[in-house]
């Protein structure tokens, strides 16, 4: 390992320095080069191809977000099967998509509420209300 390479969080790992850009401004990064590392970006690689972006703008929106998901303001952790791409069904209704249409990373439990209200803030605003009355 080269003298002040941080090592990888996850597994220990040397790390590579790279560019990401955040929109705004383009920032240093280090990315892990370990086998374990590598495979779970090309598993964040081959699922952000299907909602048609590439692993940098998804770090890119991961990084936007802070590392926590927009809907409950929780850390979203590893990307797992708890941790899913957003986009607006209503553009692309299937689970491939144009890119254009992705909204966010959340929690798969975040998502799935979104679905549940069918994409309408309304009731959302109507739940938020019929909560605070108790």
Not at 72 to 93: A, Q, R
Not at 124 to 132: G, H
């Amino acid at each position: 390992m080269i003298k002040g390479t941080p090592k990888c969080a996850r597994c220990g790992g040397r790390n590579e320095r790279r560019f990401v850009s955040n929109g705004d401004e383009t920032v240093w990064t280090y990315t892990c080069d370990s086998a374990k590392c590598n495979e779970d970006q090309q598993e964040i690689a081959r699922r952000a191809a299907k909602h048609g972006i590439t692993y940098d703008r998804y770090t890119e929106i991961h990084l936007n977000q802070g590392g926590r998901c927009p809907v409950c303001g929780e850390h979203l952790g590893k990307f797992d099967k708890d941790v899913v791409i957003d986009h607006d069904h209503s553009c692309c209704p299937k689970k491939t998509t144009c890119g254009d249409c992705v909204r966010g990373i959340l929690h798969r439990r975040c998502n799935s509420v979104i679905g549940y209200l069918g994409d309408d803030p309304d009731k959302f605003e109507r739940i938020a209300d019929y909560l605070r009355g108790y």
